[in-house]
T-cell receptor, first 114, second 113 residues
């Protein structure tokens, strides 16, 4: 069964550094998402992406965040200048076409900002 | 505002008993309600979902019920097994023109053998 994949599984960075989290959605999916989960808390929506543009973003997704689909398979989340409070598990998700609601989650990237 | 409330935060049951987790949502236009199971350090995995035009859905030991009038939905697990132990999250899409998922705060279910 096809799965969403993410790399790296764990990223440690210094405060102020840029990080890029990578995701490979399921190949025929059209809708892409990033969520984050601070340790012990609920999953929070960051951004959705369709047709090469952002569909919706949350208040968390400020100017320090950006997303890109640089080619036909990857979907990336960039944090330009990381803060301590960016430490969390970041999940990528993807969904099929319009009539299909289910979002499939990747295994996550644990980001630790020191 | 955008909110999904979930109760209880923890639930302990004996193997073989039933477990019920409840969620309420704020927007009457919400139309999709998935339930995710998350084991420690793993990704959320969809276990069952329901759309707003259906009142109940069942898949083996798992069922979800939806009360649109009261704006709440519940997960029912029967004949619980130790491997059902995990954190369960409800979620909802809060209106017709968005597909972002708003998650509840999670329920840690422990099934004791």
């Amino acid at each position: 069964e096809p799965e969403v994949t993410q790399t790296p599984s764990h990223q440690v960075t210094q405060m102020g550094q840029e990080v890029i989290l990578r995701c490979v959605p399921i190949s025929n999916h059209l809708y892409f998402y990033w969520y984050r989960q601070i340790l012990g808390q609920k999953v929070e929506f960051l951004v959705s992406f369709y047709n090469n543009e952002i569909s919706e973003k949350s208040e968390i997704f400020d100017d320090q965040f950006s997303v890109e689909r640089p080619d036909g398979s990857n979907f990336t989340l960039k944090i330009r200048s990381t803060k301590l409070e960016d430490s969390a598990m970041y999940f990528c998700a993807s969904r099929g076409d319009r009539g299909y609601n289910e979002q499939f989650f990747g295994p996550g990237t644990r980001l630790t900002v020191l | 505002g955008e909110n999904v409330e979930q109760h209880p935060s923890t639930l302990s049951v004996q193997e073989g008993d039933s477990a019920v987790i409840k969620c309420t949502y704020s927007d009457s236009a919400s139309n999709y309600f998935p339930w995710y199971k998350q084991e420690l350090g793993k990704r959320p995995q969809l276990i069952i979902d329901i759309r707003s035009n259906v009142g109940e859905k069942k898949d083996q030991r798992i069922a979800v019920t939806l009360n649109k009038t009261a704006k709440h939905f519940s997960l029912h697990i029967t004949e619980t097994q130790p491997e059902d132990s995990a954190v369960y999250f409800c979620a909802a899409t809060l209106s017709y023109n968005t597909d972002k998922l708003i998650f509840g705060t999670g329920t840690r279910l422990q099934v004791f053998p």
